[in-house]
């Protein structure tokens, strides 16, 4: 009923950078927050930063002042704008939406984005 595309991954040296982005198509009645998180070779999948519908948003200690998630609510996309790269921001990148699907029994849901690789060398 929903899905959710990346796209905007790839290659970049250190100190570059990527502008991901994520569309949401299908039985959209609103959408919610937004996100993007990312998940590491080894490691656990960590929230990268969020975005509510009226427009606040969160980022990771990590990515403070060098990576920007913004917002489109009538394209239901959503945006990470990533500067200053680092070797250590290579991972797998996610979109995540929360989504109130039109349907007789409504419902919110959150769905996920099929995952774009991030890949910073140094």
């Known amino acids: 009923q929903v899905e959710m595309v990346e796209s905007g991954g790839g290659l970049v040296q250190a100190g570059g950078s990527l502008r991901l982005a994520c569309v949401a198509s299908?039985?959209?009645?609103?959408?919610?927050?937004m996100a993007w998180h990312r998940q590491a070779p080894g490691k656990q999948r960590e929230l990268v930063a969020g975005?509510?519908?009226?427009?606040?948003?969160n980022y990771a200690d990590s990515v403070k002042g060098r990576f920007t998630i913004s917002r489109d609510n009538a394209k239901n996309a959503v945006y990470l704008q990533m500067n200053s790269l680092k070797p250590e921001d290579t991972a797998v990148y996610y979109c995540?939406?929360?989504?109130?699907?039109?349907?007789?029994?409504?419902?919110?849901?959150?769905?996920w984005g099929q995952g774009t690789q991030v890949t910073v060398s140094s």
């Open positions: 975005i509510t519908s009226g427009g606040s948003t």
């Open positions: 299908g039985t959209i009645f609103s959408i919610n927050n």
């Open positions: 995540q939406a929360d989504i109130s699907i039109l349907s007789i029994l409504g419902g919110t849901f959150r769905y």
